[in-house]
């Protein structure tokens, strides 16, 4: 059974720090993997897709890796704002396309 | 604009009833979802169809049922609301079940 983990729970930085936000999947057969921001109280925002067959994508200040053969992706933040604060998740896509969630970093960026 | 998008926002509600959440897209997508939010903020999936067909159904009490009249409408029916129902419940939708998903704003159920 696909099991997802998000590590940290959570993160403060300053502004302007570079970060990585890391997520491990135990089963490498996936499909493909998406990034979402989740503000309080709002839904989920993708950030970035990627495909199993793909490395990485690039999304303005975002960076997301894939490592099949591990069972890792991580996604990068270049130069933090405090609008980046929101819980950042990451969800592997099942055999039947439905999206297997991690639990989330929260992160926050300090003016 | 185009989105995805549920009624109601918020849904406080007593134990026993029954109740419905409508969610519609208007992205042309064929497969739409319904997960759960926990109060620990946890995402699980609940029920995904597939042009109105429906393909994953989650170990879910059957007093939940999906119901889709067409491809841009995916509507959640609860009976016998129970205290533990309390939740966020998002839908969201895809064209084919392998690309990116798009979630609409959640509903915020209380069962008091």
């Known amino acids: 059974k696909q099991e997802v983990t998000q590590i940290p729970a959570a993160l403060s930085v300053p502004e302007g720090e570079n970060l990585v936000l890391n997520c491990s999947f135990t089963?490498?057969?996936?499909?493909?993997l998406q990034w979402f921001r989740q503000d309080p109280g709002k839904g989920l925002t993708s950030l970035l897709l990627i495909q199993s067959s793909q490395r990485e994508q690039t999304s303005g200040r975002l960076n997301a890796s894939l490592d099949k053969s591990s069972g890792r992706s991580t996604l990068y933040i270049a130069a933090s704002q405090p609008g980046d604060s929101a819980t950042y998740l990451c969800?592997?896509?099942?055999?039947?396309?439905?999206?297997?969630f991690g639990k989330g970093t929260k992160l926050s960026v300090k003016p | 604009d185009t989105a995805v998008s549920q009624t109601p926002k918020y849904l406080v509600t007593q134990m026993g009833n029954d109740k419905s959440i409508k969610c519609e897209q208007n992205?042309?997508?064929?497969?739409m979802y319904w997960y759960k939010q926990d109060s620990k903020k946890f995402l699980k999936i609940m029920f995904s169809?597939?042009?109105?067909?429906?393909?994953i159904n989650e170990t879910v009490p059957n007093r939940f049922s999906p119901k889709s009249p067409d491809k841009a409408h995916l509507n959640l029916h609860i009976n016998s609301l129970e205290l533990g129902d309390s939740a966020v419940y998002f839908c969201a939708s895809s064209q084919r079940a392998n690309n990116e998903q798009f979630f609409g704003p959640g509903t915020r159920l209380t069962v008091l």
């Open positions: 992205l042309g997508h064929d497969t």
């Open positions: 169809y597939n042009n109105k067909e429906l393909i």
């Open positions: 089963d490498s057969a996936i499909y493909n």
């Open positions: 969800a592997v896509r099942g055999s039947q396309g439905n999206l297997i």
